[in-house]
């Protein structure tokens, strides 16, 4: 087997001709860390404030209730529909139960 090829066709991993490869550095180590802590920092103080914020809660808790009443609403009206399927099915079995 060649050394240019790095995977070993047998098993798919990679293969460097019986030697150890040397461990790289993980590219998280090699970004620019100040810029990321100042980035958290940042989006940190933003949901902070929101957080904080009454309208923004108000707003929250409205947009909540809406949905919560509208997934309410919605399971009411698909239990009635299962009773009417279930009714009609009922009403069908009946009406061919004399026949057999």
């Known amino acids: 087997m060649s050394n240019n090829n790095p995977y070993n ?3 798919g991993y990679p293969y460097y001709g019986g030697q150890q490869q040397p461990a790289a550095e993980p590219t998280y180590k090699k970004q620019n860390t100040k ?3 100042v980035m958290g920092v940042a989006a940190g103080a933003a949901v902070a ?3 904080t914020n009454k309208k923004f809660q108000q707003g929250v808790a409205a ?3 809406k949905a ?3 997934v309410r609403g ?3 009206e698909l239990k009635e529909r299962l009773e009417d399927t279930q ?3 009922e009403y069908y079995r009946n009406l ?3 026949e057999e």
């Open 68 to 70: 919560w009443s509208a």
């Open 63 to 65: 947009t909540g209730e």
């Open 74 to 76: 919605e399971v009411e």
């Open 35 to 37: 810029t990321h802590f």
């Open 87 to 89: 009714a009609e099915l």
């Open 9 to 11: 066709p047998y098993y």
């Open 49 to 51: 404030y929101l957080l």
């Open 96 to 98: 061919h139960k004399g």
